[in-house]
């Protein structure tokens, strides 16, 4: 489609610039060398908070087995609780490493408690993004899935018919 002024001529923007992928990642990847030590801080320690948390709510044993533990049984609060918490906590980290891309990419340095409260206003809406993103993306799981296998059966049933 081109893009035509009012006398006709095209304008500058028909002239299709690329993207620049390249540079994107390249800059993302600058920026992620030069703040190695904040991006690793920023992201371990609200995850060992979330660890510790999770620990104290359901048990180590789970907490730390990813929910494999064999013989523990915590309380379904507590999970759900628990699986709450990581997810707003997962906001955070979000919220602080992007701030951090941001003021980088800006040029400007910041301390590490700096960053953390335009991330915590920011931590919720991340957070509820992330759990509706998850219940729509197990909706979709199940929409493809289901149809899938039945249809799987009705061809091999076919298959062997033949």
């Not at 992201?43 to 048990?59: C, H, K, R």
């Not at 206003?121 to 992330?130: E, H, R």
Request: with cysteine.
């Amino acid at each position: 489609m081109s893009v035509t002024s009012a006398e006709g001529a095209n304008s500058p923007m028909e002239a299709n610039a690329p993207l620049g992928v390249g540079s994107i990642v390249s800059d993302s990847f600058s920026i992620l060398f030069k703040n190695i030590i904040k991006v690793m801080l920023l992201g371990f320690v609200p995850m060992m908070i979330g660890l510790v948390a999770s620990g104290v709510l359901v048990s180590w044993e789970f907490a730390l087995s990813g929910g494999e533990a064999i013989g523990v049984a915590p309380s379904i609060t507590g999970i759900i609780v628990s699986v709450l918490l990581q997810m707003a906590i997962y906001g955070v980290i979000v919220a602080l490493l992007i701030q951090l891309a941001y003021d980088a990419k800006q040029g400007r340095s910041h301390s590490l408690l700096a960053y953390f409260g335009p991330a915590l206003k920011s931590a919720f809406p991340i957070a509820i993004l992330a759990l509706v993103s998850g219940v729509l993306v197990g909706i979709a799981a199940i929409a493809l899935i289901i149809p899938g296998i039945s249809s799987t059966q009705c061809f091999r049933s076919w298959h062997l018919r033949l």
